[in-house]
């Protein structure tokens, strides 16, 4: 049962209003980041995700990858942005988010408006990267839970 945190963090980050949850899937795979030389010093820069987001059965019915984009087996697709977000209860996982979607095609995510990725564990990179390390990539494991509303 989710304790008083996450009670918290689910109220700063509501369901969109209007919309039923369609489709809830765990999805796990890697944030991926390259370290940059920025103004501020070589720092680990986000690029995109890649993770494989599974039904309660664990059968693979989603692709989750670049540009928020959200690819079922059936063929329908999601693009998204992210319009709110809340700090994860650990420092260490990504920040829950909410993604405002325009769907593509027909199928399981056809008229899919908004998704959150909540319940994060892990895929956050170091603080920071060396200057050696200029332009090397690093895929940070992660697991979380995509709520789907239409």
């Not at 039923?20 to 920025?38: N, P, W, Y």
């Not at 050696?132 to 839970?145: E, I, K, M, N």
Request: a neutral charge; aromatic letters at 8%.
């Amino acid at each position: 049962m989710p304790g008083p945190i996450y009670s918290l963090l689910h109220r700063a980050l509501p369901a969109p209003q209007g919309r039923s949850e369609v489709l809830r899937l765990h999805g796990q795979g890697a944030q991926i980041f390259r370290c940059d030389l920025t103004d501020g010093g070589p720092r680990w820069v986000y690029r995109q995700p890649e993770a494989e987001l599974s039904g309660a059965d664990g059968k693979l019915l989603v692709r989750h990858g670049a540009n928020l984009s959200f690819e079922h087996v059936d063929g329908s697709r999601l693009i998204g942005e992210i319009i709110d977000h809340v700090p994860a209860p650990d420092d260490n996982a990504l920040p829950w988010i909410l993604v405002s979607t325009r769907s593509f095609g027909s199928g399981a995510l056809s008229g899919v408006t908004h998704v959150q990725r909540i319940d994060t564990a892990g895929g956050m990179p170091p603080p920071q990267c060396t200057a050696a390390q200029a332009g090397q990539v690093l895929r940070v494991p992660f697991s979380a839970d995509f709520v789907f509303f239409r």
